[in-house]
């Protein structure tokens, strides 16, 4: 498999090493991509998003003309930031942020606070099992669209979702996986 993660900004490399672990626990004989460019997407069989700031990862992704090359790879694990970059309604976006509409959910931008509202927690996901999640100035899933399968839950707010959108999987997490296991992403690249 060629597995890519999306290395511009925020919290790239913990992704690579968690992609890196799962493959191996999978035995997947894989091949690893920092994705910074268009040709960087040719062939990738899975791509990791990264936590980061939305804002940011718009106006570079932008710039480089990248927005579109998203829609063709297979799976895609969009944490945080990348869900939201990701979603179809942005609440609290800046002037000009718009999602890619990938998957069809409104996000609330820093729905918890500041990043001294930053916290952990328990979580029982789905098929999954139970995890730590590491919530860093994270957003909230206001509105789910039709066929979106709910995965994990906060205090009643979906925080971890699946979406089979023809022949594209969609996981996405507003929280960080990557920094307390890799379970997601051996979700990911085994379904
Ligand atoms: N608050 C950030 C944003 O709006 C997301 C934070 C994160 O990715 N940990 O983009």
Redesign the pocket.
């Not at 860093?136 to 957003?139: D, H, L």
């Given at each position: 498999m060629r597995i890519g993660v999306l290395f511009l900004q925020?919290g790239a490399i913990e992704h690579e090493h968690a992609f890196r672990k799962a493959a191996k626990k999978l035995g997947i004989k894989a091949e690893f991509v920092r994705v910074r460019k268009k040709t960087d997407f040719s062939g990738l069989d899975a791509l990791a998003i990264p936590?980061?700031?939305?804002?940011v990862f718009q106006k570079l992704l932008e710039r480089k003309g990248l927005l579109p090359e998203f829609s063709k790879v297979p799976k895609i694990l969009a944490t945080?930031?990348g869900l939201?970059l990701i979603s179809s309604k942005i609440e609290d976006g800046i002037a000009g942020q718009k999602p890619l509409g990938l998957i069809d959910i409104a996000v609330k931008?820093?729905a918890y606070g500041s990043q001294l509202d930053s916290f952990e927690c328990e979580l029982e996901a789905k098929g999954i099992g139970a995890v730590h999640a590491i919530f860093?100035?994270?957003?909230k899933i206001t509105k789910l669209g039709k066929g979106m399968k709910v995965i994990a839950r906060h205090g009643g707010d979906p925080v971890a979702i699946s979406k089979k959108k023809g022949r594209q999987l969609i996981l996405g997490t507003t929280f960080?996986p990557e920094l307390a296991t890799s379970v997601f992403h051996e979700w990911l690249l085994s379904n």
């Open positions: 925020g936590g980061g700031e939305s804002t945080c930031a939201i931008r820093n860093i100035r994270a957003p960080h």
